[in-house]
Structure formats: structure tokens, C-alpha cells
């Protein structure tokens, strides 16, 4: 976990830490993309808690995040409840085709058994997870989904997907050294998306202890996070950290639009005892196909048994990195990343035609400025102004702050 400061200044490393982290957290699941683009800078205000039940020892903003650094839980197994809200339409099965999801058997290449895929599920909709973990070299994590259920192991030198769904399997191979990157890139459970949001600090944001709380039978304080600038399309992230052993345990981030959360993730059960060696043993099963990630990073299916063991080393092997030339607008809450697509915007639902037309009318306003003419979409949380020359912004932010960002940029 990255070191707090209680400054207001970010060290060029610390940047350099951010922005790997959010590159790694767009890449495998959107809530996490959300805090990350949200989440750009957090200032600490000192506070004490206040009363509530359970009573616990006053503690500082300051104190509680460097509570949450200093945890040392390794240990660990329980089932987390997650709610994605971000206000998306009705795809009409069209996220399949633009997330890359659904690999299954006639999918060409792609394995429904691909973390990259499988994991865009928390994307949307309400998903239970059950967790462990046993030091660095040991993790699963297991989506249940109806009657089937999707799994992700980290087990030594070994990282296996598997869809009890479709029978597929997806194994790659990690050295000592990517195994924990393997872990921290798939931010599902309150101890991934609160690191996320607390990447650095800075005087944006307002961080206050409002109380306390029982989450899955622990006591736990409640840490608060509001931007303080206006313009922000984010309410507050409010984060329930166990107060012996400094996990978080409840991850919750509200719009300033009201109404229900964006993202809410929980421990519904957890306990700090150490899990069986058998949870992290997997064999593929019979008949089984099979995806081995080789050293290049490109996948390779085999029916039963898997043929050559593959590597796959850092973030290569799951997707491509993130477009050329990418500039940041602003700083805090209101902050705006810009790039160039050097193509032609995105057509109009009409130009597009078919299935894929309403979907870009669904989702898109028209907007107009000083920067020419464009498109906006929108969700509960995050904007994006794709102008018809090809330029996009995006951010946490209000139309108005997207509109106005691309005329300065004129």
C-alpha cells in the first residue's frame, strides 16, 4: 500500500504511483476506474469521531489513514457484497461486444475465463464475492453468479481463472516479484477500492472521522471523504475501517447528485483466521478448455489438459496500455484527462444505424462551444466530451466543467 503524506504537495514518485495505479484499475473493472479518476487527490483535515455506538477510543482523519497504511492483515476469508449504480442504460446485450466480455467457446480467441472480461461483471448490478488470503503468494477470489461461479487464484507462480459456466480456464504464471501486482490488480474487495481512493494527498479534498460502525460483526470508525471544489459529480466516499486491525471493511461512494450509492462494497462476514491450504489448490477439470497466457501475452486455447505452462509479467498480458499523449486538466476532484483519439469524434446514432445507433443516442447529449460541436456521455459519476474532431475529456465532473474545459483548450 502507498505511503500518506499530510502535506499539500504530491513527490514526482507519488504521481508516478498514481497514475500506474489507475491505469491498472481501468484495465480490469469499471467502479475502480471511477475512484481513480475521483479519487485523483485527497487532503487530510484532522477530526475527531464522533459518539456513536460502538463506543470507541477518539481518533484523528490522520491517525485512521495511517492506521489503514500500517495494516498488516494477511490472513484472511469472507463474502463481500458489491453495487454498482453508474446509471448505465439498458445495453440490450450490446456489452458483450464493447467490453470484450463473454469470451466463451465461440468468441474467437477470447476466454470467458479472462479476468480482463469476466471481472467488467461488477461493472454494473449488485454481485456477492466470496475472498481469501494467506500472505502475498496465496489469493482467490470467487464471483457467484446463478447457478455458476467464477474464480480467480493466485497460488504461488500460478494465477488461474476459471468459469464453471462455460468449463473454461485461463492460466498464466507469475515470479515472486508479480505476484503481488496480480492481486492488487483486481480491485474488488473495501481494502482495493480504499487504496485506490487514497493514492495522495492534497488541500482539494476534506477527510473527517464521523463516528463509528458494526460491519459484519467488527466495530469499525467511519472515515469520510468530500471534495471541497464544486463542480464535482462525486458526493463522498465513506469508508468503514475495522478499528483493531486497520482493514477496511465497507467501501461506500455517493454522487452529489443524491440518491443511491454509485459504489458500495462490504464485508457481509470475515474472519482473520488463516484459510485451509486447499482454497487456493486448483486443478482444471476434465474436459475442460483451456487459455495459457505465453510469454508474448498472447493467449493460446487447448482442450483438456493445458499443454505448455505460459508467463505473463506485470500488465501485458491482459490488455493494452491506455491512449498516447494523455494530459490532465485541473488537479483534485475537478481534475479533467484529455488526449487526442486523432480521429474523426464519434458519429451521430443515425450515422452509426442499427442496434449500436440507439446505444450511442442512449447514452450521448449534444453539446456545442467555442471548441466546435461534440458529444457528451454520461453517467452518475463520470462525463466524457468526445468532440467531433476527435478530442475527448474526461473526469468526475458536470457538462458545464467538460464544456469549458475543451473552449480553454481551444
Do not use: C
Request: no cysteine.
Amino acid at each position: 500500500m502507498a505511503p500518506y503524506g499530510s502535506d499539500d504537495s504530491t513527490t514526482p514518485d507519488e504521481t508516478d504511483d498514481l497514475r500506474a495505479g489507475r491505469r491498472r484499475a481501468a484495465r480490469y473493472v469499471v467502479p475502480v476506474a471511477v475512484v481513480g479518476v475521483a479519487a485523483a487527490t485527497i487532503g487530510l483535515v484532522p477530526a475527531l469521531a464522533d459518539s456513536g455506538d460502538p463506543d470507541l477510543p477518539k481518533i484523528s482523519a490522520q491517525q485512521l489513514i495511517e492506521k489503514i497504511a500500517a495494516s498488516d492483515v494477511e490472513q484472511l476469508s469472507g463474502t463481500v457484497k458489491i453495487t454498482t449504480d453508474l446509471g448505465l442504460p439498458d445495453f440490450g446485450g450490446l456489452e458483450n461486444s464493447l467490453t470484450g466480455g463473454g469470451g466463451g467457446s465461440g468468441s474467437g480467441d477470447g476466454s470467458s475465463a479472462d479476468p480482463t472480461s469476466k471481472l467488467t461483471a461488477l461493472a454494473t448490478g449488485t454481485h456477492t464475492l466470496r475472498v481469501a488470503a494467506d500472505g502475498e503468494d496465496k489469493q482467490k477470489l470467487s464471483l457467484l453468479e446463478n447457478a455458476a461461479e467464477y474464480s480467480l487464484i493466485h497460488n504461488g507462480k500460478d494465477v488461474w481463472g476459471y468459469d464453471s459456466g462455460t468449463n473454461e480456464v485461463f492460466h498464466g504464471t507469475a515470479d515472486d516479484s508479480d505476484g503481488k501486482d496480480k492481486r492488487e490488480e483486481v480491485p474488488a474487495t473495501p481494502k482495493d477500492l480504499t487504496e485506490d481512493a487514497l493514492k495522495a494527498v492534497d488541500d482539494t479534498t476534506s477527510v473527517t472521522v464521523e463516528g463509528t460502525a458494526h460491519v459484519a460483526g467488527r466495530d469499525a470508525y467511519r472515515l469520510v471523504i468530500k471534495p471541497k471544489d464544486s463542480g464535482s459529480t462525486v458526493g463522498q466516499v465513506t469508508v468503514a475501517v475495522d478499528a483493531k486491525t486497520g482493514l477496511p471493511l465497507k467501501f461506500t461512494l455517493t454522487p452529489a447528485s443524491g440518491g443511491a450509492a454509485v459504489v458500495d462494497a462490504g464485508f457481509t462476514q470475515i474472519s482473520y483466521a488463516k484459510p485451509a491450504a486447499s482454497t487456493f489448490d486448483f486443478t482444471p477439470p476434465k474436459g475442460a478448455k483451456v487459455t495459457e497466457e505465453d510469454a508474448a501475452g498472447t493467449p493460446e486455447r487447448h482442450s483438456g489438459d493445458s499443454g505448455r505452462s505460459g508467463g505473463f509479467s506485470g500488465d501485458e498480458g491482459f490488455a493494452p496500455g491506455g491512449p498516447d499523449g494523455l494530459d490532465v486538466i485541473g488537479e483534485g476532484w475537478t481534475s479533467i484527462a484529455t488526449f487526442d483519439t486523432g480521429g474523426e469524434g464519434i458519429p451521430s446514432g443515425s450515422e452509426a444505424g442499427g442496434a449500436f445507433g440507439g446505444f450511442l443516442d442512449s447514452l450521448g447529449d449534444k453539446a456545442s462551444g467555442k471548441f466546435g460541436e461534440g458529444t457528451v456521455f454520461k453517467t452518475r459519476l463520470i462525463n466524457a466530451l468526445i468532440t467531433d474532431d476527435g478530442k475527448v475529456y474526461v473526469g468526475a465532473v458536470t457538462k458545464d466543467a467538460l464544456v469549458k474545459a475543451a473552449n480553454e483548450a481551444k
